[in-house]
């Protein structure tokens, strides 16, 4: 689904913060997280971070309140993209546009 809305429509992403959120039982959260953070870094989102990868673990919504370094993560991740949303508003309130990215050239590795 990411695949199609982000080739379809990733330019209603662009220059909007985003943060990848991921949870699981055991293992596979590194994997999506990075997953995750790509398509928001080909969308030119400025992307927010926390004190620790944005990830928690639990196999049942009870389960996860125990993670509390995830839990504090997640916090932390809450209060950055505040910060971060306020100093966007901020800069548009001053005159300070989004700077438009070079697209004129594309890889091609079958030359």
């Given at each position: 689904?990411?695949?199609?809305?982000?080739?379809a429509?990733?330019?209603?992403?662009?220059h909007?913060?985003?943060?990848?959120?991921v949870?699981?039982?055991?293992?596979g959260?590194?994997?999506?997280?990075?997953v995750l953070n790509?398509?928001?870094t080909d969308?030119?989102?400025?992307?927010?971070?926390?004190?620790?990868?944005?990830?928690?673990?639990?196999?049942?919504?009870?389960?996860?309140e125990?993670d509390a370094?995830?839990?504090q993560t997640?916090?932390?991740?809450?209060?950055?993209?505040?910060?971060?949303?306020?100093?966007?508003?901020l800069?548009?309130?001053?005159g300070?546009e989004?700077?438009?990215?070079?697209?004129s050239y594309w890889?091609?590795?079958n030359r």
């Open positions: 689904m990411l695949d199609r809305l982000f080739y429509g990733g330019s209603a992403f662009t909007k913060p985003g943060a990848a959120v949870t699981a039982r055991r293992a959260t590194t994997a999506s997280l990075d790509k398509y928001m969308a030119q989102m400025p992307v927010v971070s926390s004190t620790y990868w944005n990830m928690v673990f639990g196999p049942a919504p009870k389960l996860v125990r370094e995830g839990l997640m916090r932390n991740l809450g209060r950055n993209m505040a910060w971060v949303l306020k100093c966007l508003e800069g548009k309130q001053n300070i989004p700077p438009e990215a070079e697209i890889t091609n590795f």
